[in-house]
């Protein structure tokens, strides 16, 4: 899986126009990293490939040991330092005040390898925070150092509050205090995540890039079975729950309508006994934990896409149901309203109660340009995230940095 993942990226990217997109300096990138899950490695590999096509070979990593390190971009001559950290099973099981005593050695461990390196430019923290030390140290040293945040641990404390996430929150706002630079995915979330007091040091791009040979139209939609779907986390920030609420509306007035509920996560008792207690065992479809190489597959047999969520940042699972002529209809949070236009790209319901899910479903489908939509949203896709439109953001970042 992990070989074939690091394969994807790397033919994506190859050298695609790397002599054109390349800065002419001799700068050298450390990205950070946390978390080593199936997710935050694919979302790392993507990045990676971005690093190559502007820093070329001067880079390096600092990140969570790898399941084999001899198999982590094999080739690429890239500098990897690892530190062991615990996966995400082995944290849910872990006592709040451990998990907090391991992030504070996780960060001893950073900080040793940042005040040993001398000749090093950029340190990109990619989708990790709570780096207080880690940060300090490189502004005593006047080296840059670029956050770039693909979530809010202040808003997602706000729907899972409690004493590990106030904790949170006020680490994160020392860490923007510290950081050089924030880098987030649109200019929303300046105001969505309270980040109006760093606006000055806050630039806007993302990491995302999509394979449009995999994701891709398989299925015309208009050949396409009436089914709808979520896939994602199952868990409460995600909304999941007030979807599958939401369904017996839908399912009353659509006989002909089918479920699709792809994913894992804290809450999959829950919505297993949510769909048992309403009987609709027979017209929704649990999947389970899908492999990303075959989301192509289950986006294209569905006539829309559910994004429930509280909270976002720019989720990939809206890009490439776009890309696979899926249309979406999702909650105005993140930085989704940027890419999704009511009635043109997609939809967008007022908030993620099971009323307002449910009549806004109904909307969609009902909608006679909805082949349409979902055109103009791959058109969008195409434009907006291609490799080599992702990585003309970075350099325009490294440019003004």
């Not at 390349?22 to 080593?36: C, D, H, P, Y």
């Not at 997602?156 to 860490?175: A, H, Q, T, W, Y």
């Not at 939609?221 to 007030?242: C, M, N, T, W």
């Not at 979902?374 to 995230?385: G, Y």
Request: net charge positive.
């Amino acid at each position: 899986m992990i070989k074939k993942k690091i394969k994807e990226t790397k033919e994506i990217s190859g050298e695609h126009n790397a002599g054109e997109l390349s800065l002419n300096n001799n700068r050298k990138l450390v990205i950070i990293a946390s978390g080593f899950d199936a997710i935050s490695f694919r979302f790392l590999s993507e990045f990676v490939c971005i690093g190559r096509a502007i820093f070329k070979k001067r880079m390096s990593l600092i990140l969570p040991h790898p399941p084999s390190a001899d198999i982590f971009f094999p080739g690429e001559k890239i500098r990897i330092y690892s530190i062991r950290d615990f996966d995400e099973k082995e944290k849910s099981r872990m006592n709040p005040l451990f998990i907090l005593f391991n992030l504070i050695l996780i960060e001893l461990k950073i900080s040793y390898l940042l005040l040993k390196g001398n000749k090093t430019d950029i340190y990109v923290f990619f989708l990790c925070q709570s780096r207080i030390l880690s940060l300090f140290i490189l502004k005593l040293q006047h080296k840059k150092s670029i956050l770039m945040l693909g979530a809010s641990l202040s808003a997602l404390s706000r729907v899972n509050p409690g004493f590990v996430s106030r904790i949170f929150s006020v680490i994160e706002k020392i860490d923007f205090k510290l950081a050089d630079t924030i880098v987030v995915y649109s200019p929303k979330l300046i105001s969505d995540w309270h980040l109006g007091p760093y606006r000055n040091k806050i630039l806007v791009a993302h990491e995302h890039f999509l394979d449009f040979t995999t994701f891709t139209v398989v299925i015309p939609f208009a050949d396409r079975a009436p089914v709808i779907g979520y896939i994602g986390r199952l868990s409460v920030e995600k909304g999941v729950q007030h979807f599958v609420s939401s369904l017996p509306f839908v399912l009353d007035s659509r006989k002909d309508l089918q479920v699709f509920i792809g994913g894992d996560g804290n809450l999959k008792e829950t919505i297993v006994t949510m769909i048992e207690t309403a009987h609709l065992n027979t017209r929704i479809d649990l999947g389970g934990w899908i492999p990303h190489e075959d989301l192509p597959g289950y986006l294209n047999r569905l006539r829309l896409l559910v994004i429930p969520s509280y909270t976002e940042g720019l989720p990939n699972i809206m890009l490439e149901a776009m890309a696979c002529g899926t249309p979406v209809l999702s909650t105005p949070v993140g930085a989704i309203p940027d890419f999704i236009t009511d009635g043109k790209t997609g939809f967008i319901m007022e908030n993620n109660s099971p009323a307002c899910i449910a009549e806004n479903i109904t909307r969609a489908l009902a909608d006679p340009n909805l082949e349409n939509i979902a055109l103009n949203a791959r058109n969008m896709v195409e434009k907006e995230f291609s490799f080599d439109s992702t990585v003309s953001q970075w350099k325009r970042i490294v440019d003004k940095i």
